[in-house]
């Protein structure tokens, strides 16, 4: 078996890719000397998605699991790579049967991208918010593996009502 080389934590960071036909070789680079290194890397296959979408926060105002109007919710979703994000990708979330988009925040760069959305006067749901399958939209955007640029992919499965963050305004 081939040996494996981690530089991850040594000072080491990742600076690109380099694909020749034949394979694909992460540019290392260390932050202390600025000398760069090649090797062959298994990046080679498109980001995908670590389980569902996930709402990770509720804002100031979130108490006794209700939103009020003005909470902001947030909403995670995770990589198995690093993806870039461009433009305004959405996430759509099913508050009491009203399907409203979250927009994307943070997170390009990283495995873990974020899409916000504030609660609106009016919104009422007892069972907790909910996210549809297959609810993220690139909205003219890209969602891409950071250093091969290959589509991320976007499919996911059914977040069933979630009562740690019902609604109540």
């Known amino acids: 078996s081939a040996d494996a080389l981690n530089l991850q ?15 694909n070789y992460v540019v290392y680079q260390n932050t202390g000397t600025s000398s760069q290194v090649l090797m062959q890397s298994s990046i080679s296959n498109a ?5 569902t979408p996930s709402i990770t926060s509720g804002g100031a105002g979130w108490n006794n699991n209700y939103l009020n109007a003005g909470d ?11 993806v870039a994000v461009t ?9 009491g049967g009203t399907l ?3 927009a994307y925040s943070t997170g390009t760069g990283t495995s873990s991208i974020n899409f916000t959305y ?3 006067a009016g919104q009422t749901d007892a069972n907790g918010i909910s996210i549809n399958a297959n609810s993220l939209s690139l909205n003219g955007g ?8 290959q589509d ?12 740690t963050y019902m609604v109540d305004t």
Request: no cysteine.
């Open 9 to 23: 934590g040594t000072g080491w960071a990742t600076v690109g890719l380099v694909s020749n036909g034949t394979g």
């Open 47 to 51: 980001p995908q998605m670590v389980g």
């Open 72 to 82: 902001v919710v947030t909403v995670t979703v995770n990589y198995d790579q690093a």
């Open 87 to 95: 433009g305004a990708p959405t996430l759509q979330l099913n508050i």
């Open 100 to 102: 409203v988009n979250a």
């Open 118 to 120: 504030t609660i609106l």
């Open 142 to 149: 890209t969602l891409k593996q950071v250093y091969s640029g």
């Open 152 to 163: 991320a992919g976007i499919a996911h499965a059914l977040v069933a009502d979630n009562a």
